[in-house]
């Protein structure tokens, strides 16, 4: 199976996703929603082309895809040889992805 790897970025946008919830939510609905992004990340280790390319929303030199979860957010990701680099986790209602994106620096701790 493939590794997943979070972007710092990544990383702070599961916290803040997690934090929301609980506040919003409370503890069963936050639990819940981070086991269906952990489920997520399975699945794309597992097949990790499954989801598409959206080149309409990549920065310039990148090449990204796209997996929806939990009817708002994306898991936006790159495929290398050995491992899936999440770069993010968005809100798709946010307005400009290319613009989320283009700050994505590129660094990397494991899931």
Do not use: C, N, W
Not at 48 to 74: I, K, N, Q, T
Not at 75 to 85: A, F, G, L, M, T
């Amino acid at each position: 199976m493939t590794k997943v790897l979070l972007s710092p970025a990544a990383r702070d946008d599961l916290y803040r996703i997690d934090d929301y919830t609980l506040e919003r939510f409370g503890l069963r609905q936050a639990r819940r929603a981070l086991g269906i992004i952990e489920e997520a990340f399975q699945m794309l280790a597992a097949f990790p082309a499954s989801a598409p390319h959206r080149p309409e929303f990549d920065p310039p030199g990148r090449r990204f895809r796209y997996r929806s979860v939990l009817r708002s957010l994306l898991i936006v990701y790159e495929v290398s040889q050995d491992s899936i680099r999440v770069a993010r986790i968005l809100d798709a209602r946010q307005g400009d992805l290319r613009g989320l994106l283009q700050d994505e620096t590129g660094g990397a701790a494991d899931a």
